[in-house]
């Protein structure tokens, strides 16, 4: 499958943000997604995660109660809206799949990665 994720730009603290990321083929619901993050100088690190029905998520402590994950199976899509942005959102986001697995918080267990997308959250 290949990974498309987009909606990234340059937003004030406080502000929001939702990303896309749109998927090949026609299996996109035999996945699980999973949304990554990487700043400048620091490791990639697990943001959210929907199942493949989208009946569950999680997400990192860092972003509960400001970001929600959800899907469409319907049309291949992803999404991640990000709400009271702070600061240190500012990264790059990327979306990932793993194939007939649940949610998995460590990025070697994902089977594809999507190019990313730019977050800047200015102060």
């Known amino acids: 499958v290949q990974l498309q994720a987009s909606g990234g730009g340059l937003v004030q603290a406080g502000g929001s943000l939702r990303l896309s990321c749109a998927a090949s083929?026609?299996?996109?619901?035999?996945?699980?997604m999973g949304w990554f993050r990487q700043a400048p100088g620091k490791e990639r690190e697990f943001v959210a995660g929907?199942?493949?029905?989208?009946?569950?998520?999680v997400y990192a402590d860092s972003v509960k109660g400001r970001f929600t994950t959800s899907r469409d199976n319907a049309k291949n899509t992803v999404y991640l809206q990000m709400n009271n942005l702070k600061p240190e959102d500012t990264a790059v986001y990327h979306c990932?799949?793993?194939?007939?697995?649940?949610?998995?918080?460590?990025?070697?267990?994902?089977?594809?990665w999507g190019q990313g997308t730019l977050v800047t959250v200015s102060s």
């Open positions: 990932a799949a793993r194939f007939l697995s649940g949610i998995y918080y460590e990025a070697d267990g994902y089977d594809y």
């Open positions: 083929g026609r299996t996109f619901s035999s996945y699980a």
């Open positions: 929907v199942s493949r029905s989208g009946g569950s998520t």
